[in-house]
């Protein structure tokens, strides 16, 4: 599985921006995806993530501002983030935990997909 993230960029504070994640490879193994974001000098954070199903949940410091959505038709995830702040600033990275079922000897290994990561930076 790879994950391809886009729409990152420089915002004012109280401003909008959509963020994406593509996923492709073996995307049939792909159940839940999320968006986290790393801040510098802090740990790596989850921000949203969405069950194939669409239940969601967010950071406490985020809900009511983002959203997490996914298209699976487009084996795509969008995060749309309203009202910026800038301690919103941060490197965002989608994920996607995936299976993979070895043939040769039976058994499940756990993966973790990341894509590139995708900066935002919100202006005060």
């Known amino acids: 599985v790879q994950l391809q993230a886009s729409g990152g960029g420089l915002v004012q504070a109280g401003g909008s921006l959509r963020l994406s994640c593509a996923a492709s490879?073996?995307?049939?193994?792909?159940?839940?995806m999320a968006w986290y974001r790393q801040a510098p000098g802090k740990l790596r954070e989850l921000v949203a993530d969405?069950?194939?199903?669409?239940?969601?949940n967010y950071a406490d410091s985020v809900k009511g501002r983002f959203t997490i959505s996914r298209d699976n038709a487009k084996n795509t995830v969008y995060l749309q983030m309203n009202s910026l702040k800038p301690e919103d600033t941060a490197v965002y990275y989608c994920n996607a935990p995936y299976n993979v079922y070895r043939e040769y000897d039976g058994t499940i290994v756990a993966y973790n997909a990341w894509g590139q990561g995708t900066l935002v930076t919100v202006s005060s």
């Open positions: 490879g073996n995307i049939d193994s792909i159940n839940d």
């Open positions: 969405i069950s194939m199903d669409g239940n969601t």
